[in-house]
């Protein structure tokens, strides 16, 4: 599990990784030659934990700091940190205990961020039953290798956990000798702990091949004569050690396993039905498989008589009404395969239920690559790019398909196809509702209220991503499309927005693996907005503006569906082995699609905008003697004057009907909202600031927050001088934005519905401003989104506050740290649980200028040393839950 190697220059990197194939190459050449003169000469396989029986700390990094908004790389250049006398190696030598590593840990990952970083929660995730689970693929290879009476071992880099256990995630049967770095007090690449493992198997290093995925523990296991695989994926490292061993190390036909006990179906009937189809005579055996995929249709493997088959089903029990139905896709194959689109040979649709139980169909086995993972670990990035474009290449074929030519012109409906099919998944997911998703009820409300006007009407497939599709072997090419059941005619920007599911979803999803936390850049992956590009520019269309709600039902359909899955696995009936974990995924991609659904209200709001955007005057009165003149007179506006044609025309404008036209327009939707939505709630806001349950945040508001979130009256507060580009507000004004504001202000919850409210708003527009992109990562954007809450410190019992000069509260720099020391009250926002930052006015140089003493901190809340003591009231009033805090102690 060591990460030492992870910095090595790219071109070391590349000089070692071809030194090892040319190697490889040789001992393949070998290995066939000893295979055919009768077996292979070696007599043990030694595996490394971490990167290869596990996911390695590299990629379980990755997807914590992506978590965590943190700097891409951090945790690996701190576990590289001081080499082998830095914290990560004496961790696995057992010189230092848990604590103490990631005491020093978090030290060095606080340093290089100048903030402190959460390394508990990574330790956690690292060592969690969800990350630290051996691969199914090393699992059978190992299994296999042990049957051909070869020894296995494992020689890690590993730890002791907390309760003094040592980390080993795996199942020490497997194994004839384990070596633990922390138990032996020697890591990898020391030449001795080699030595140590090769003694306990009782064998020379020519007899043992070893797999790692770092370079310099390899390079050193290759220098005493050990065989070495370098394992950058799996899958691709037991295909290289099959060739070593010369014998197969995968049984069957990927991706199948034992039929569950569920979904067994009665092999007589099935035997007698396939010889009469077929013509066999034979009396052979039915060998049966099941898939692993195939969540909602059951899928098998089928080998009868040397013909290699696949049955889809539907599945048993009570079944959603138009769900599961395999006789359309039966259709709509046949019909494809006749134009040229890539399918399975489908052979034959029965419907008798007495078979085995349900209506299912028949089809000819593809074999070919599927690619589960969108990753696609183990290609070069020109492969990567070519597996894309060939899945973009075959998605247009689709959609081009001539409809009245292979009869599919009463496949469904023509037109309407968005609406119906809202309505058809917010029909299933109420049909199969288990409890009340907030998100999913919000985008039942939304999603009807923002359809796109359907342009074309084409053969959709539905289900479009890349391990729905059978590729060759070795080239770039699509050989079948799978899984057609969620096939009709409709608007084919559906499957286009299908397809990039996995763009926006993390690499630890575990019914869909996505992409969204790596570098597409560097594996050679076209980003979303590509794909997307390439396919209109394959089909000659126009890109469409609208791809936020056409992602947004997306995610709503894969909510509707894991919803389903995971009804029927309540009851045995759904297929896939992760069929019980869907009901938290569903939450989890109806906020995804909630997401989309609030950039498309962005994105409408934005194109109301001023073709040219205007530059106002910021001071009060617009008249052009106030700009810059050789008499003297100056303007104190932040920007250059506007236009006389987009003036007040020398008047304060004190109307709302003054503003500009989209500005007006964003006046009158915010006051219908305050009069739709907020005005509404007020009496239950009340009760609820009245109720024991005040000092935690109201549901409602957190619900009216993501409604303003949808219409675009969100982050209004930013002066356009602070954010030019738009980037985080509206780009209004300070004179547009006071309509706004004295809107909002006539209810005391409108501010923070519209995340308008002090003090966040001074605090976001100083991170800005000032923030570095650490800073903004870390702070602003959670703020933005109105996922946290932030105060402000300044005010002191002993001292006149509103004079700054008079702050007592110290700030001392001691040994790249800094020490605060004073007394703070009221502190608005300091108790609401959501406050996660303070912005912290304290004295670093009592002896500079009376104005230049003062500084400001950036204090995160779980700082140690922070002493809350008591809230206020204001003239016998609470502010719950940010209420006022008379005392803050450091």
């Not at 790692?212 to 899958?235: C, F, M, Q, S, Y």
């Not at 309505?423 to 009820?441: C, G, H, L, N």
């Not at 507060?717 to 004295?742: M, Q, W």
């Amino acid at each position: 599990m060591c990460v030492r190697s992870c910095f090595q220059s790219p071109r070391l990197q590349w000089v070692w990784r071809t030194a090892f194939l040319k190697h490889t190459q040789r001992r393949h050449q070998g290995s066939h030659r000893w295979t055919h003169l009768g077996g292979s000469t070696y007599r043990a396989v030694i595996f490394d934990m971490g990167g290869v029986l596990i996911p390695s700390p590299g990629r379980v990094a990755a997807e914590w700091e992506v978590q965590n908004r943190i700097p891409s790389g951090t945790i690996l250049k701190a576990l590289m940190e001081g080499g082998e006398n830095g914290p990560w190696m004496r961790f696995m030598r057992a010189e230092i205990t848990a604590e103490g590593f990631l005491r020093e840990f978090g030290r060095l990952c606080s340093e290089m961020l100048k903030t402190s970083v959460p390394v508990d929660s990574f330790f956690s995730l690292l060592t969690s039953e969800r990350v630290a689970k051996q691969f199914p693929v090393m699992t059978e290879a190992i299994t296999q290798i042990r049957a051909k009476g070869l020894q296995t071992a494992v020689l890690s880099n590993n730890f002791y956990l907390p309760n003094q256990k040592s980390f080993l995630p795996l199942d020490r049967k497997q194994f004839d000798v384990i070596v633990e770095s922390c138990m032996e007090g020697i890591c990898k690449p020391d030449p001795r702990i080699y030595k140590l493992c090769l003694e306990r198997l009782g064998l020379q290093p020519s007899e043992s091949i070893f797999l790692d995925d770092l370079g310099p523990n390899l390079k050193e296991a290759a220098r005493l004569g050990i065989h070495t695989i370098k394992v950058n994926d799996p899958e691709t490292a037991v295909k290289e050690l099959e060739a070593l061993l010369g014998f197969t190390l995968r049984v069957g036909v990927p991706s199948t396993r034992p039929v569950k006990k569920t979904m067994e179906i009665p092999k007589d009937s099935l035997q007698k039905y396939l010889k009469d189809l077929l013509g066999i005579q034979t009396t052979g055996p039915l060998e049966l498989l099941q898939f692993d995929h195939g969540q909602s249709n059951p899928t098998y493997y089928i080998r009868l008589a040397n013909r290699d088959l696949v049955l889809r089903k539907k599945p048993p029990g009570t079944l959603l009404p138009s769900a599961h139905a395999i006789e359309r896709e039966f259709r709509i194959m046949k019909a494809l395969a006749n134009a040229g689109v890539p399918v399975p040979n489908v052979l034959d649709l029965c419907e008798d239920s007495s078979v085995i139980g349900t209506p299912f169909y028949v089809m000819e086995y593809c074999p070919g690559l599927i690619y589960k993972d969108p990753s696609l670990p183990g290609l070069e990035p020109s492969h990567r790019r070519a597996i894309y474009t060939a899945m973009n290449t075959v998605l247009c074929k689709i959609h081009s398909v001539d409809l009245q030519a292979v009869g599919l012109e009463d496949y469904g409906k023509q037109g309407d196809y968005i609406p119906r099919q809202v309505r058809t998944w917010v029909k299933q997911y109420r049909a199969s509702e288990t409890s009340t998703i907030p998100a999913m009820e919000r985008l039942i409300e939304w999603l009807p209220l923002h359809l796109p006007r359907q342009q074309r009407t084409t053969v959709v497939h539905g289900d479009f991503r890349l391990d729905n599709l059978v590729f060759h072997p070795e080239e770039p090419e699509v050989l079948a499309v799978l899984d057609w059941e969620l096939s009709t005619l409709g608007d084919p920007l559906a499957d286009v927005a299908y397809s990039c599911l996995a763009h926006y979803l993390p690499s630890s999803f575990p019914v869909l693996r996505g992409i969204n936390d790596c570098d597409l850049t560097q594996l050679g992956i076209p980003a979303a907005e590509e794909y997307f590009r390439m396919y209109c520019l394959q089909m000659g269309l126009p890109p469409t503006e609208n791809w936020n709600f056409y992602m947004a039902f997306s995610f709503f359909r894969v909510a509707a569906i894991l919803q389903g899955v995971y009804k029927r696995s309540l009851t045995g009936q759904a297929s896939s082995t992760y069929a019980e974990q869907t009901g938290k995924l569903t939450e989890f991609v109806s906020n995804l699609a909630w997401d989309f659904a609030v950039k498309e209200g962005f994105r409408v709001f934005k194109e109301m905008a001023f073709t040219n955007p205007l530059t106002r005057s910021y001071h009060m009165w617009a008249r052009p003697q106030s700009q810059w003149c050789p008499t003297g007179s100056r303007s104190y506006s932040s920007v250059p004057e506007a236009s006389p044609a987009h003036t007040s025309r020398g008047g304060l404008v004190i109307s709302p009907e003054s503003l500009s036209p989209p500005v007006r327009e964003l006046y009158h939707r915010l006051k219908h909202f305050m009069e739709q939505r907020v005005y509404p709630a007020e009496p239950e806001l009340q009760s609820h600031q009245a109720s024991a349950a005040r000092w935690s945040p109201s549901p409602l508001i957190e619900d009216l927050k993501e409604k303003a979130k949808a219409e675009g009256l969100w982050n209004l507060f930013l002066p356009l001088e602070a954010d030019p580009e738009k980037k985080y507000g509206a780009g209004l004004t300070n004179v547009e934005y006071a309509h706004l504001c004295e809107l909002m202000g006539t209810s005391l919850y409108a501010p923070e519905v519209c995340n308008c409210s002090a003090p966040d708003t001074g605090n976001m527009e100083l991170l800005v401003r000032y923030g570095t992109e650490v800073q903004k990562a870390r702070w602003l954007i959670p703020l933005l989104e109105g996922k946290a809450r932030s105060c402000f410190a300044m005010t002191e019992p002993q001292v006149a506050s509103s004079d700054a000069t008079n702050i007592e509260a110290s700030i001392r720099e001691e040994d790249s740290f800094y020490v605060i020391n004073g007394h703070k009250w009221w502190i608005t926002g300091i108790l609401d649980p959501r406050c996660q930052l303070c912005v912290f006015m304290g004295k670093t140089d009592p002896h500079a200028p009376r104005h230049r003493q003062q500084s400001v901190l950036l204090v995160p809340m779980d700082t140690p040393g922070i002493k809350i003591i008591r809230p206020l009231t204001v003239y016998g009033l609470e502010d719950a839950p940010g209420c006022f805090l008379p005392s803050f102690s450091l």
